[in-house]
């Protein structure tokens, strides 16, 4: 399990794309919306929590079909399928090592997106907190979503339409936490459901997703 | 550890293909498929890989006691050679990452990355992946593709070492790869249509 | 006789071939009735005058559209169970239908807000997850129609169904977290005091028996085609195999 791990990382490292991209989109978009709106602080200042939940939430959305397309295209997936290893948990190592190369580095720059986009004082700790606890989840549902369309050719739209609506509890959550952060108000309920949606997709999705791949592997 | 296949009747997309297909791969044996293309070679090395359910009959077959070979290597481009064997050496819980890239005349090739490497020898690498499996029935679909003479004859080599260490090798090929090996013809096992008497599908079975 | 001899595609054909004339019929005669009554032999609401009048519509569209997606749960899990190809194609006949009913909802819906709440669309809870609703019903479709082999298709989208259960379940309360809104309570319920007055109600009754009709009229006429549509590929199959 940890040598898939590993590998994955080493794939995602090695080829390029992986951590700079996903990144990259998520900066355009804090540089994007500034543009579109127009400077007044206030107005950002509202807005910025949504802004920052839903570009991470696209920034994630991006990288989804590499999670079991490449290795389903290569033959790996038939082997992987075959190894001792339990599919399950090849989902769950993978979702992991998406959430390590994708959503982990989002967390991280969050903070600094937000300067651009002027969060105020209070919502940063809220910000890193609520996604830290939501990519998670994006993670684990985009590796279902990707489980279900790996058979398909060209499924990244098709992929998107199905993944979209099932991250939407963990958006509305998430984009709460920081909202109410930033306004000084209590969290802790909006915090609790988004890491119980967090909590609930680690412990089944991957069964789902599992079985979605041994689907189309046949 | 034996694999034995009784009645066996495979289907690719719904649509059955073989049927009551049946044979016994005993320790140290090697069993060759022919077939023309089309008869269902790779949808039966599939099945017996458990990568899809059979339609009717029965696989005995001891647990994870199969490694199969698919058309594909599953050879990653950015990692080495090495790391790409140690990487199945752990998923398979062995320690033969060495031994398999000596055997298959990789050492030479080690850090190099699988991007660099010519179809033969990414083939090798695919095929050396087997020998860190450490399962004793080896289950391999056209697996000389791409070899040249040198490289099938090294093949060979390791597949005789294998029976001989009291392994079994079932392989879908056409070339000769001067092993003492039984030879299974699939043409008889071709599904017949319905109204021949063939296997159909339990959905059509309620039209009658 | 178990009720499961009914998933054999013969039988089911058979048996719905009687049913579907009567069920036809009975569905016209409550839609008609239901409607006609509630358009012009109902009194004109103090609050909110004619414009009531497409509740008649849009309850039991709303209504449906939710019953069908259960019905599409129900019949997946029975696909993964049982294996009984006719439950399969009966959730993929009724996703279309459900989508529909989801858009009848939201259309009547806005054309009854605007006088209403003086807009069309407003980020209300109901209406927000009416249009997810909507979004999941495209999702099942799309999946549908983009495997190519049909058993993996009902394999697939029948664990989309479940996962998406959840999923749309989850979105009701967290969009009812995320808004409060607009929109009043059930208009029926049998244990709150404030529901319609029985003139509103008693026709609204028969248009929802109307829908639902209208419902199992439709699913069983785009199962038939579906099974159809599939005995004909496995003829085909069968004549290349020959």
Redesign the interface.
Known sequence: M???L??DL??AV??GGGFGLGLAFFLLVAVIVPLGVGPEPAVLARIAPGILWVGALLACLLSLDRIFAL?FE????????????PLEGVVAVKALAHWLVTGLPLVLAAPVLAVLLNLPGAGFLWLVASLALGTPALSVIGA?GAA??V??KR?GL?MS??V???Y??TL??GA?VVKRGAAGMAVA??LA?LAG?TAGAVAL?PF?SA??IR???? | MEMWVKDLSVARAGIPVLEAVSFRLLPGQALVLRGPNGIGKTTLL?TL?????ALAGEVVVGA?S???A???????A??TVA?NL???A????TDAVAGALAAMNLEALADRRAANLSAGQKRRLGLA?LLVTGRPIWVMDEPTISLDQASVMLFAGVVARHLAAGGSALIATHIDLGLEAEVLDLTPFKARAPQAGGRIGAFDEAFG | MSIWEYANPKRFMQTSSLLLPWVTAAAVLCLVIGLVWGAFFTPEADKFGSTVKIIYLHVPAAMMAISAWMMMLVTSLIWLIRRHHVSALSAKAAAPIGLTFTLIGLVTGAIWGQPMWGTWWAWDPRLTSFL?LA??Y??YI??WE??EDRD?AA??TS??C???SV??F??R???L??NQGLHQGASLSIDKEEHVADVYSSPLYVCIAGFVLLFVTLVLLRTRTEIRARRLSALLARERLA
């Open positions: 940890i040598a898939l590993i590998r080493r794939l090695r080829a290795d290569d033959g790996s997936l038939d082997l992987l399928a075959t190894s001792p290893m279902f279900l369309t058979g398909v499924g098709l339409l199905l979209l609506p099932l939407m509890p509305i959550f709460e309920t909006p459901l949606i999705l789902a079985a979605a689907v189309n592997l046949r | 599939r890989a458990g990568l899809q359910p994870e199969v490694a199969y698919a058309h594909a290597d599953g050879v990653k950015v990692l790391e140690a990487f199945w752990a998923a398979y819980g992946r | 997810i979004l999941f495209l999702g799309a999946l983009a495997v993996t394999d697939l664990v989309l479940i996962v998406g999923f749309a989850l979105s309360y967290a969009v977290f995320w």
